[in-house]
């Protein structure tokens, strides 16, 4: 499996921002809401960021880019942060957490390099 350049970014976006929320959720968030409930909801999210990757590997978009004319690429929108949500809605602790970065980091890097092999044929 080759990782280009675009793809090792967004895997380290993902990774630091993936982090970075485990830590608020542990910290500041109660998690109030029952676990299948938040199993279903990551699910959804994990296709929408499936989706938005696709999208991204299609028109292949930079790690920082834009859908508006006005943003300049500033947008942190990307597939990298739809999976760092999915990992805030998903993680108890910190050890769950880091169990569920290291499932959709390799997620996405499978996903992605689906899409440039498809994409090459």
Do not use: H
Request: charged content about 15%.
């Amino acid at each position: 499996m080759k990782i280009n350049r675009t793809d090792a970014k967004m895997i380290i976006y993902f990774l630091v921002v993936s982090i970075f929320l485990v830590i608020l959720r542990i910290f500041s968030f109660q998690n109030y809401i029952p676990q299948n409930i938040r199993y279903y909801v990551s699910f959804v999210v994990v296709l929408v960021g499936m989706l938005i990757s696709w999208l991204e590997k299609r028109d292949q978009k930079p790690v920082f880019y834009s859908w508006a004319n006005n943003w300049n690429g500033i947008a942190f929108a990307n597939s990298g942060m739809v999976f760092a949500i999915a990992i805030f809605i998903l993680c108890d602790n910190l050890v769950s957490g880091f169990v569920w970065i290291m499932i959709l980091s390799i997620l996405q890097l499978v996903f992605r390099n689906i899409i440039d092999n498809l994409q090459k044929k």
